[in-house]
C-alpha cells in the first residue's frame, strides 16, 4: 500500500527536494504526536503560530460555537458579522488609540500586500523601504520588499521604487525621504536569524517617517502576541507604527491575517475607486471567533507575564562551546550555531530525542527557539537538557 508520504510527494506541491516529512497524528500543548504516539516538544510553534499552545480548549469550544451558526456568508466588507466585529472590537482595545481600524485578511503576505497599497493611496508616493534580510511573505509585493536577492532573482520584474536599508543602522535612515511611501520594517527580524534593534534606532526611525511623511509599516506577523514578552513587539521600543501587520498567532491556529491603521489612512481604500483592497475569505466568521478566544486566552490566562523571565531561562541553560550567541527577545530566540551542517544535525538528533526545532530562512547557521509560550519551566529544563546534550555529539 502507498503510505501517505509518499503519496505527500507524488501529489501535492513541494517547496524543496528535503521537505521534514514529520506525519502528525494529533497536537495539544506543546507537544506534537506522531504515528506511534511518539510526542514531540514543539520548539517552533509552527512558525509563532501556536503561542497559545495546540488546541487550545477555549479556541475550539469558540470555533465550535461558530460551526453551528454559520461559516463563509459573503465577501470582505459587506455583511455584518459579529465574529469579526466583535474580534476587532477586542484588538483595538489593546492597541495604541491611533492604531483603530482592522482589516482582516487571510495570511500575511495579504497583510503586507494591503499595507503597500494602503501606504502607496494614502501618500500619494509610490517609494518603499524595506531591509537586508527581511521576510515579509512570498507574493509578488511581498516578495518584492524582501532583503534577500538569492529567493526573488527569478521572479524579476517586481515592484519598482523599492530600496533596501541595513536594519539597525542610524546612519542609512537618510535614505527615508519625501519621496517614501512607506518603510516596512519588522519590529524584531525573525527570517534574518531574529535581530533586535535598538530602541535609540525603533526612536529616530520613527521620527524620520513622520519628518518625511512616510508611513511606518511594522510586521509583527511573527512577533505579536507576547513572543517578546510584550502584547506587542513594538511596546519594546515605545514607538507607534502607522500601519501594524499581523497573522500567524493572530488566529489562534486558524488562518487569518490583519493590517491595522488609523481610520482616516485606512479610509482611502473605501472610495475614488471603491475597492482599493478587496477579498473572499478576509475575515472569516471561524477565524475571527477562533483569535477572539485565542486573544481571551492571552489576557486572561496572563500568558505575556513570565515570557521574559521563561526566556532568561533558556539563556542561562544554553550554554555550550558551540553556541556562540543566543539571540533574541522573549521567547523570540535563536541560537547561533557555526554551520548549517551543524544546525541540520543537532536538528535531526533533536527530533530523534523528541524535540523540534528549525532554522531560518536567511540565517541557516543558527536555530530556531520559539516554543508555545505556556511552556513550563521543566519542560525549558528538559529541552534545554536535549540540545545541550546532543551538541556534546557533534
Ligand atoms: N512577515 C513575517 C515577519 C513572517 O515571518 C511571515 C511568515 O513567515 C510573513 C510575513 C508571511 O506570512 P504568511 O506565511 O502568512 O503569508
Known sequence: ?????????????????????????????????????KPYIDLVSGFAVSNIGHRHPKVIDAIKAQLDKYMHLTVYGEYVQSPMILFAQKLLSVLPETLNNVYFVNSGAEATEGALKLAKRYTGRSGIISCFNSYHGSTHGALSVMGNEHYKQAYR?????????????????????????????????????????SENYMTKLRNRCTEVGALLILDEIQAAFGRTGKLF??????????????????????????????????????????LGHITTFGGHPVSCSAGLASLEVILEEELVKDVNKKGELFRTLLVHPLIKEVRGKGLMLSIQLDSFEQVEKVSTLCRERGVVIDWFLH??????????????????????????NVLNLL
Open 363 to 388: 540565517c541557516e547557521t543558527a536555530m530556531r527557539i520559539a516554543p508555545p509560550l505556556i511552556i513550563k519551566e521543566e519542560e525549558i529544563h528538559t529541552v534545554c537538557k536535549t540540545i545541550i
Open 1 to 37: 500500500m502507498i503510505s501517505n508520504k509518499q503519496l505527500f510527494l507524488l501529489n501535492n506541491a513541494q517547496t524543496s527536494t528535503s521537505p521534514n516529512l514529520l506525519e502528525i497524528d494529533y497536537a495539544e500543548g506543546i507537544y506534537l504526536y506522531d504515528k506511534q504516539k
Open 233 to 274: 513587539a513594538f511596546e519594546n521600543f515605545g514607538i507607534v507604527p502607522d500601519i501594524l501587520l499581523l497573522a500567524k498567532a493572530l488566529g489562534g491556529g486558524m488562518p487569518i491575517g490583519a493590517f491595522i491603521a488609523n481610520k482616516e489612512v485606512m479610509g482611502v481604500l473605501k472610495e475614488n475607486p471603491i
Open 157 to 197: 520584474p517586481l515592484l519598482p521604487d523599492v530600496q533596501f536599508i541595513r536594519f539597525n543602522e542610524e546612519a542609512e535612515l537618510s535614505m527615508i525621504t519625501e519621496e517614501t511611501a512607506c518603510v516596512i520594517m519588522e519590529t524584531v527580524q525573525g527570517e534574518a536569524g531574529i535581530r533586535v534593534p
